[in-house]
């Protein structure tokens, strides 16, 4: 049983560029919320999608979007790439966005912005 | 804010002594708390879990203790062993619209000497 999986795990790109982050939930989760792990913080919640649309956002720009497929897969894509969005990008999955239970996380993207 | 940067507080322990992380909660309407381990260039993993109707439980080497009139939660872990050496953050949560949002607090760098 695979759990939760991140593609691609590094990735270095310029300011004022785009990036697309792919995670696939482990098998039976339908629920995906990314993070961003600045270096030496705790992991800042992004965003939640279930059911294909976004429920939760945290305090992040416009420039953070996403996207949820019908096999549950999500994407986490950043426009206008800025100098302190370099971080580890941290996907984690769950049963139901109001279940009782846990969620698990992948291994991350790591993306510096040069 | 809750960051400490690249200064995250540091736990030292000796192989075999027990050790005792403190973590103090935010938002008095949390009802369930979570501990993650984070080993270097890794996700987030699960240890242990609590309800907020409990004041402790159990796990193999590891117990979590709250106490919820000082928003507090503690993880002890018995017979501290090398393979412990990560960072190790409590999370909180809380229901936000029905849907469920996780927040982490600040992280502490346990090292353990041989």
């Known amino acids: 049983d695979a759990g939760v999986t991140q593609s691609p795990t590094h990735l270095i790109k310029t300011r004022g560029q785009q990036v697309t982050l792919r995670c696939s939930p482990k098998s039976g989760h339908d629920t995906v919320s990314w993070y961003q792990q600045a270096l030496g913080q705790g992991p800042q919640f992004i965003f939640q999608?279930?059911?294909?649309?976004?429920?939760q956002r945290g305090n992040f720009p416009d420039r953070f979007s996403g996207h949820q497929f019908p096999n549950y897969s999500s994407e986490l894509n950043v426009n206008a790439l800025l100098l302190g969005d370099s971080a580890l990008y941290l996907c984690?999955?769950?049963?139901?966005?109001?279940?009782?239970?846990?969620?698990?996380f992948g291994p991350g993207t790591r993306l510096l912005v040069l | 804010g809750e960051s400490v940067g690249l200064h995250l507080p540091t736990l030292s322990v000796q192989e075999g002594d027990n050790s005792i992380i403190n973590c103090a909660y935010s938002n008095s309407a949390s009802d369930y708390f979570i501990w993650y381990k984070q080993e270097s260039g890794k996700g987030p993993q699960f240890i242990i879990d609590?309800?907020?109707?409990?004041d402790k439980r159990q796990g193999q080497r590891v117990t979590v203790l709250l106490n919820k009139t000082v928003k507090h939660l503690s993880l002890q872990i018995a017979a501290t062993q090398p393979g412990d050496s990560a960072v190790y953050f409590c999370a909180e949560r809380t229901n936000s619209g029905g849907y469920q949002k996780v927040t982490f607090g600040i992280g502490t760098k346990l090292q353990v000497i041989p």
């Open positions: 999608y279930y059911e294909e649309e976004e429920r």
């Open positions: 984690a999955s769950s049963f139901r966005p109001d279940y009782q239970e846990t969620q698990y």
């Open positions: 609590i309800r907020s109707n409990m």
